[in-house]
């Protein structure tokens, strides 16, 4: 009998076990799949009546604290910190060390950041410029050296250099804008606030829909220039394939993924700060695997020590102007400061401000409307004018001298942006941006040298010019009403392809954006800062702030801040609104145009959703040509990473609130001891929108 009980109770095991695994068995099929399961073919429903039916969610709005980011378990995270006693700077430094986790390719220790941070208590605006440094050996004659050389054909950016691999690391920033932001304004112990990114590097975490598309290791080793000047390399980091793929391949989605080596880095830093990172152990590491990358790749150059221990990064002044919108309402728009390309947010914004009214005279962006192909022309028109400036000029300013400070000066001024109206037609063809076209204007710099060297390689066929790169923004809030806008990178997926083992992380690939124009303020130099596209943005209005601001993904950056600024202040959408609003992307070395496909539908057609034309016509009437086509004013549709990710926080104050003398949030020594909600909330509260082209979530308490 107690056999026979035996039996039973393991046959009741094996049915138990057998009934688990078949529950495990995911009942879902992917897009992705082939063929494609029915439900991809399905319509989306409408939200209730009362708002704007297209809206993909509700804005998330809470009194003590915000964090919204483009993975929803790290903006628990961040949201967890906040709870227990930390402020918006702790937040954000925990919420970005649980994306180091989760979004690898995006961001990590070993990646840059600038951010923009709101000191209620000082009632003062602070902006942290932890961009990254060429080592010592980067020079355009040593690119030049081993086959690398500015091409005339693409006068962006970036021309000439490699864009993966041990040419393409810098010296990174993020370690120590991490460290610097905490002791500065933080809380908590740093070590706490990396406790939850710790947590799950070392028990896991299901890999997300969106990241787990995008989780692919760029070639890395073997790298070597082509006859063409472009690179070559021969396969991925080994230590890259044993850190982040499984059995030697990308872990599908769902997979729950473990990185012990970042936690190990994470509890380091935690423990002993950026010294370790720059000066120490992780110091160390670093190097060894640079130069033994290098070694196999046959190069003469090397990192050294000293490069990591002289790396330092700075707090500098935001650039900055005041847009006022079509009813009259000011607002003061402060935007990161070069190397960051932000800085040319103020000039287009600046630009809208001066030429609409010349454009479109008695028509508002807010009269026309996004259903208007004129809107999307002038939006357009003006981010062509500014960026030819920022293709020319983007660069460290701490390399600038006096004459380049006042052109920056000038070029961030209404007045500079009111004398570039005349260049567009507003009723076509099409502005054509070229690298010349402030040569005939009196400059303090001589751009490219105007003309351009033509000692340069041919552009090789097989090159893409892309600004298109892979970052994160996170945003987060307090109820001491601290706000933080916080964009940090890797620039391309996963960097420079170059894992540190033992550690857990990659080295971006960040010197990718400097030039080898010898002519241009951005060409590469030991110690310099690259160009940067990663750009934070922030909104006061009448002293007070309204919102934090960021829309990653390379170039898209400054014409993404754009579109959601108008969006907002402008047509007066909500945070989340905001960003479910179809978008464009255009490219501006190749002058090329992208919109969203119902956008494109709407207005590069003329086709209204309902079959109808669109009774304000197309941008065809305007000279751009529609797909298929090519060349410069192409005009086509796209989906997915095109359009970047965006997060926002606004804060709206209660009128009838007396202004509360709040503790700032900062350094207390207290170093919070588990839930704390025993002080008042914000006088008012936040609202936050999340970009549905990410895998994120805006969470409040």
Known sequence: MTSCKRFIGLLLLVLMASAIVAFAQSPVIPCTTSPAPKWCGAVRGDRPSGGWVAQGRSETMSQHG?????????????????????????????????????????VGIGGDLYAIIYIAREHKIYQLNAGDFAPGYATVPYYNSVGYSYNRTNWGYGSGMPSTGFLSAPVPGAAWGWDEAHRRFGKLSLLEDLTPAIE????????????????????????KATATGSESCTGPDPDSVNT??????????GTIFKNPDLAHTLRLFGEHGRRVFYEGEIAQAIVNKMNAVAAGDGLSARWTMADLKNYYGQWDIPAHTTYTNASGVPYDIYETMAPSQAW??????????????????????????????????????????????????GSDPRFWN?????????????????????????????FVPTPAFNCSVPSPLTPYGCPNPDNALPLDPNTTVTGLGDTIYLTTADRWGNMVSWINSNYSGFGSGITIPGYGFVINDRAAQFTLNPNHPDAIAPGKRPYNTISAGFVVHNGVPQMTLGLMGGDMQVQGHAQMLVNMLEL??????????????????????????????LVGLGVQSNGTSNPNGSLTKYGYKTSPCSGSNCLSSATGSTFG???????????????????????DGTHGKGL?????????????????????????W
């Open 66 to 106: 915000m964090v919204s980011a483009s993975q929803s378990v790290a903006a628990q995270a961040g949201l967890r910190i906040l709870m227990a006693g930390g402020n918006a700077i702790d937040a954000a430094v925990a919420t970005a060390a649980t994306l180091n986790l989760m979004e690898p390719m995006n």
């Open 676 to 700: 704390l909600n025993n002080g008042p909330p914000v006088p008012g509260f936040y609202r936050a929108g999340t970009d549905h082209r990410k895998d994120g979530e805006a969470v409040g």
């Open 572 to 601: 007066g959408a909500n945070p989340q609104a905001s960003t479910d609003m179809a978008r464009f992307y255009h490219n501006e070395v190749p002058n090329t145009l992208q919109m969203e496909t119902q956008l494109y539908n």
């Open 200 to 223: 799950y590097a070392t028990n896991g975490f299901p890999i997300t829909e969106i990241i787990g598309n995008s989780w692919r290791l760029p070639n890395a080793v073997g790298c």
């Open 402 to 430: 006096s004459a380049q400070w006042n052109n920056f000066n000038t070029i961030t001024s209404p007045a500079y942006a009111a004398a570039l109206c005349s260049e567009v037609s507003p009723t076509g063809p099409p």
């Open 645 to 667: 990710g965006y997060q926002s926080i606004m804060f709206i104050p209660d009128p009838d609130a007396a202004t509360a003398d709040f503790d700032d949030g900062t350094h």
């Open 344 to 393: 040319n947010v103020v000039e287009l914004m600046n630009i809208l401000q001066a030429c609409v009214p010349k454009w479109s005279p008695g028509q508002s962006l807010a009269q026309l409307g996004p259903t208007n192909p004129l809107y999307w022309y002038m939006l357009v028109e003006a981010k062509k004018l500014a960026s030819v400036d920022l293709e020319n000029y």
């Open 244 to 253: 982040w793929y499984v059995n030697g391949q990308p872990p599908a989605v």
